[in-house]
């Protein structure tokens, strides 16, 4: 067990040096009312950073031990950590970007609590609430940039890919960096890094000075792909579909790479977007990409889509395979179709405010087996709908397959039972064995248990 930093003691800096009793007392509190198992949760997965596990029941059940608690002293926050992984250290200090990750937690743990979820300032149970929620936790991230041009791309695909798969993942956010492109992802390993690894080496050849890494996750993945190094900006929102709408109100274009359920909820996500009849018109590019080797992995995926989604979601994606100068290229010029765009509309540059979600798209979806039982994957509805519907089902095999809750869940009472109509279930069924057979469901196990039940 590599737990040998007993104990340390660091301080916050910025606007966390002045926290009330009120918040620090939040932060160690046990309760279900508290913070503390959250914040311990999330803590550790960032002090985590490198490991290639992605299970969160086993970190916590690595390290047993491990505690962190804040304090409010005379001169300011202390933040106690006990039992911590060895590696988030150098000569037992605390890694400074890790440091930096840290408080960001700390930061959105406390004001998504406060000043979103139990507040009366906004309503949750509104569609427009929930996107001012959103809007609200990304600006005290200091995640909005009022005075710059549309040019953050982010890019979506799998923690547990192969190295081929890395490398062009890189290279392509080596030619975005190129073209003074920032880059935001879900912040973990895998596709999450490579192209932000990428991006540094393309912003210092062109001595781009303020580039972005922006790190976007929820506590309930955070185990599962914890903060890499290369993330400057880091936001926690409050759950998944906070998270998938922060991705779509703030980036202006999206690069999606091969991956598994993790990154088909996203795509189908943002094809239940797209396909809303409001969204029709809207300049929000989107490319589907990967080196030479993930052409099957594609004509998989798009296979699944055109039998599920049909012709309309197909004309919503651009695929390009094996060449990351075209990918960069055409994203480049689609800055400024989407800044003509919002201009013209007089939307924000930093926010997409014209983007219309349904309050479907935006409540929690809980991955139960109750739920994901009664999901309506049928055809005899409008495919916008259908879409998200989709969506929750993959968001269900990924909580089942690395959240901690879920795993729970699966242990306790098997498989998430899913039900709906044969040629979509067979097109899942298809699509979910490819992704075991590419090893796309997990990193730290050669064989893979499914989850799920399909009903065909």
């Not at 400057?232 to 998944?240: R, V």
Request: aromatic content about 8%.
């Amino acid at each position: 067990m590599n737990t040998d930093i007993e104990e340390i003691i660091i301080r916050p800096e910025g606007s966390l040096q002045i926290l009330s009793y009120r918040e620090a007392k939040q932060l160690c509190d046990v309760s279900d009312e508290g913070l503390n198992e959250i914040l311990m949760r999330c803590a550790l997965a960032v002090l985590n950073t490198g490991s290639e596990a992605d299970n969160e029941l086993a970190l916590l059940e690595k390290y047993p031990d491990f505690s962190i608690s804040v304090a409010v002293k005379g001169r300011g926050v202390q933040v106690i950590i006990k039992n911590a992984p060895r590696h988030a250290f150098v000569d037992n200090q605390l890694i400074v970007g890790l440091k930096e990750h840290l408080f960001a937690v700390i930061r959105d743990l406390i004001y998504s609590r406060n000043e979103v979820l139990f507040s009366q300032k906004l309503n949750l149970n509104s569609s427009h609430g929930i996107t001012n929620a959103v809007f609200h936790i990304a600006r005290n991230a200091q995640l909005m940039k009022p005075n710059e041009l549309p040019n953050i791309v982010v890019c979506w695909g799998g923690h547990s890919i192969p190295n081929d798969e890395y490398q062009y993942s890189k290279h392509l956010g080596y030619e975005l960096g190129l073209r003074n492109l920032d880059i935001c992802t879900g912040c973990g390993p895998g596709v999450m890094k490579g192209p932000m690894k990428g991006a540094i080496l393309g912003h210092g050849k062109q001595r781009y000075q303020n580039g972005r890494y922006i790190g976007m996750t929820e506590p309930g993945i955070i185990a599962a792909e914890a903060p890499n190094a290369f993330v400057n900006e880091l936001c926690i929102m409050p759950d998944i579909e906070k998270r998938l709408e922060a991705f779509v109100r703030l980036g202006h274009g999206i690069i999606i790479f091969p991956g598994g359920p993790g990154t088909m909820e996203e795509l189908l996500y943002l094809l239940s977007i797209l396909l809303h009849p409001k969204n029709q018109d809207l300049a929000l590019p989107v490319i589907l990409t990967g080196d030479e080797s993930t052409q099957d992995y594609f004509t998989e995926v798009m296979h699944f889509l055109d039998v599920t989604l049909g012709k309309p979601a197909l004309d919503k994606l651009k695929l390009i395979i094996d060449h990351p100068r075209d990918v960069a290229t055409y994203m480049k010029k689609q800055m400024e179709v989407v800044r003509q765009d919002r201009k013209a509309s007089s939307d924000a540059y930093y926010y997409n405010w014209r983007l219309t979600l349904e309050l479907e798209h935006q409540q929690p979806f809980e991955p139960n087996h109750k739920n994901m039982a009664a999901l309506n994957l049928y055809k005899d509805q409008p495919i916008h709908l259908l879409a998200s519907q989709l969506r929750k089902a993959f968001s269900g095999i990924v909580a089942g397959n690395v959240k901690a809750d879920g795993i729970r869940e699966i242990q306790n009472h098997g498989p998430f039972e899913i039900h709906g109509d044969k040629e979509i279930m067979q097109a899942m069924d298809s699509l979910l064995q490819t992704f075991v057979e590419q090893k796309r469901m997990k990193l730290d196990t050669s064989e893979y248990h499914p989850c799920y039940k399909i009903h065909k």
